[in-house]
Structures are given as C-alpha cells and as structure tokens.
C-alpha cells in the first residue's frame, strides 16, 4: 500500500532532550516536506526537501533540523525541545514539488513538551 | 491579518443536506486551490484542485473559485455521515508545492 508513514504517532518528552520523528515513503517520491499543525493556525511549513541531500527551510523552521540522505526517508530532528514545540506533526510527500502533484500526508504524530 | 481566513465552524448538518465551505484570502497572487479533507487521527487527503477561477465537479463535490472576490468555496452535495471531517483549504501562487498556504480548517458533522 502506498503510504506516509510516521514514528511515534504519540511522543511526550521533557525540555531539553533531543528527539527524532521519523518519516518513510514508499512510492518513490522526490519532494518531502514536515508540517505542524496547532489550533486557529493550520498548517504550518518547518522544512521541506526537494530530493536527496537537498532540503530548505519552510515558514517555521526554528528549533528543526532535518535530513535527506536517502529519498524514501526524512526524520525530523527536535536538538532541544520546548514547550512550545507541542503540536501535532505531518509529513507529507509528493512525486514532484509542483502544485499539480498532490501531497500526500502521513498520519501525524502528536508531540507533547513539558 | 491572515493570507487565509476560513470558518472554523463547528458546522452540523442533517444528513443529506448541501454544504457550502468557503475561505476567503488577501494574496492576489495566488493560482492554484485546493481543498483537503482531514478525518480525526488522520492526515489531510486532496479532494479537489483547481486552477485560476471556475468550477470543477467531482460526484457529490463541487469547488468554485472566483478570483476577482478572492472566495473559494466547496459544496458537498446529499452530504453523508461519512463525509464528517475538518476541511481544509489551500493555495499557492506558483507552481511549487513549497509556497501552500493553508486555511485553518472547518470542522464538518453530517447527523444521520
């Protein structure tokens, strides 16, 4: 089945300890992107990736880091986590970084900071 | 003042009633529409895309787009309980899937 898939899909963590949310594609897909999405606010781009080794900053890239080394996977690196990082996470994909090439998203992981 | 303002709703409808779900943007810029339907615990889906203004029919699902008012709008005919979920909208003005700005979202529920 194509698919977005991403782990945890829950993840509750203190201030300050790094963590990693992982993201896989299986259908071969050159443009990746994370998404968090927070009430009145929609969705809001934090990093996106072109392809393999090429990744770039969305509106709301601070506090991220992410990486592309290879095309099906691109994690989302939280180095030292706050409070106001709490917020439910998507990944999506595409086979082209075009408008006419629909995203498709993964399941969401909900991220709790305390 | 948002580049996309959208209703949040809640909106509750009988079943089978037509629904109507707008936004409305401030960017003259922007070109292509879309609207992507989120069930809870899930991701969004792509349900319509549109470029520049007019209609565009999918079964029960009609978007609009008028450019000059700067008002998209979905209608969802003989709407189901199935079709309860945040509807979200979503434009860009260029060809990179990059620059989608979206709506906040209206949640939909359709009572059997």
């Known amino acids: 089945e194509a698919q977005v898939t991403q782990n945890p899909r829950y993840l509750i963590t203190v201030t300050g300890k790094k963590l990693t949310v992982t993201c896989s594609q299986n259908?071969?897909?050159?443009?990746m992107s994370w998404y968090r999405q927070d009430p009145g606010l929609g969705l809001r781009q934090i990093y996106y990736?072109?392809?393999?080794?090429?990744?770039d900053k969305g509106d709301v890239p601070e506090g991220y880091k992410v990486s592309r080394k290879e095309k099906r996977n691109f994690p989302l690196i939280l180095e030292s986590p706050s409070p106001n990082q709490t917020s439910l996470y998507f990944c999506?994909?595409?086979?082209?970084?075009?408008?006419?090439?629909?995203?498709?998203f993964g399941n969401g992981t909900r991220l709790t900071v305390t | 003042q948002k580049e996309v303002e959208q209703d949040p709703g809640p909106l509750s409808v009988p079943e089978g009633a037509i629904v109507s779900l707008n936004c409305t943007y401030s960017?003259?810029?922007?070109?292509?529409f879309m609207w992507y339907r989120q069930y809870s615990r899930k991701g969004p889906e792509l349900l319509m895309y549109?470029?520049?203004?007019g209609n565009k029919e999918d079964g029960r699902f009609t978007a609009q787009v008028d450019k000059s008012s700067k008002y998209i709008s979905l209608f969802i005919r003989d709407s189901q309980p199935s079709d309860s979920a945040t509807y979200l909208c979503?434009?860009?003005?260029?060809?990179?899937?990059?620059?989608?700005?979206f709506g906040s979202g209206t949640q939909l529920t359709v009572l059997p």
């Open positions: 999506a994909s595409s086979f082209a970084g075009t408008n006419n090439s629909p995203l498709h």
């Open positions: 259908m071969n897909h050159e443009y």
């Open positions: 990736s072109m392809n393999v080794e090429v990744t």
């Open positions: 960017n003259s810029a922007f070109q292509y």
């Open positions: 549109t470029y520049s203004s």
């Open positions: 979503a434009m860009s003005g260029s060809g990179s899937a990059r620059q989608l700005t």
